[in-house]
């Protein structure tokens, strides 16, 4: 039974992906992150050394706090973020028990550069309709909540991107982008290493919804007649991406806990 201030992996599992999920810090040492580079999905690092520095910015969020077993480094930095404001909590066993349960766990191999905010930057079309909001969600939810993302001119991404120290994503000749009858929100799962039962499920959404490919899944119709019809309510892109952040979240909602309910009228109706 886990400690007053602590959650189980279970629990933080029904957590991870949702708008409201705690943020996650991983207070590993420098030589335990070297000899396991991944991260629990969407976790930011920080060194538990300098924990009275930076735990103000924490004050009245919510966290859970994971060094390598759950022990004295997590337990010291909840007590520091605790003491801050926050509502911190550790996870029991840490970063080893979470892996032992084989939950996703975020490869840093193509992680972009972080900005001096500890941000990652993104560019890409404008007037994004399935992919260019399907990958965002994808991110702010599972890689980076903090991820900053960029629609401009088809024509202008890759000078943005070298200018700006972007990267770009659903682009031609750039890294993230369709491969064969993958979609990039596809790729995505495959490089980061996120794939789980539900996020697999929603990718063949978004691949058929994406591809003119709606047989893929009878709800890939539904996901493109959302898609355009947001992108004709909104002339603002980013208005737009907010909009869609809460549309994938329902979607994922369904893939992961609601496929197994049917809808029927009338209800209740006596036998």
């Known amino acids: 039974m886990p400690a007053p201030d602590e959650i189980t992996v279970a629990q933080l599992t029904r957590l991870l992906g949702l708008p409201d999920a705690p943020i996650l810090l991983d207070v590993r040492t420098p030589e335990d992150v070297a000899a396991d580079p991944r991260s629990m999905p969407g976790a930011q690092w920080r060194n538990w050394r300098t924990v009275a520095e930076w735990a103000p910015e924490f004050h009245g969020r919510q966290v859970v706090v994971s060094c390598l077993r759950g022990r004295k480094l997590s337990q010291g930095v909840a007590a520091w973020l605790r003491q801050a404001g926050a509502r911190a909590e550790t996870l029991e066993g840490g970063h080893e028990a979470w892996a032992a349960a084989k939950h996703p766990l975020l490869k840093p191999d ?54 700006f120290g972007a990267t770009p994503f659903d682009i031609d000749n750039s890294f993230w982008t369709h491969r064969g009858p993958l979609c990039t929100f596809d790729v ?5 290493g996120l794939h789980t039962e539900a996020l697999d499920r929603l990718a063949l959404i978004v691949r058929g919804a994406d591809t003119a490919n709606l047989h893929l899944a009878p709800e890939a119709a539904g996901l493109l007649a959302a898609s355009l019809g947001l992108s004709r309510m909104y002339r603002d892109d980013l208005a737009q991406l907010e909009a869609g952040l809460a549309l994938y979240d329902a979607f994922f909602r369904w893939c992961r806990d609601a496929t197994a309910e049917a809808h029927n009228w009338p209800a209740g109706k006596p036998a």
């Not at 900053?148 to 200018?163: G, I, S």
């Not at 995505?188 to 980061?192: C, G, R, T, V």
């Open 110 to 163: 193509h992680l972009p550069r972080r900005d001096t905010a500890g941000r990652t930057l993104w560019v890409t079309r404008h007037r994004p309709k399935v992919d260019r909001i399907a990958c965002p969600w994808l991110i702010r939810r599972f890689v980076d909540p903090g991820a900053v993302f960029l629609f401009v001119a088809p024509a202008e991404v890759p000078e943005v991107a070298e200018r």
């Open 188 to 192: 995505m799962l495959d490089e980061f």
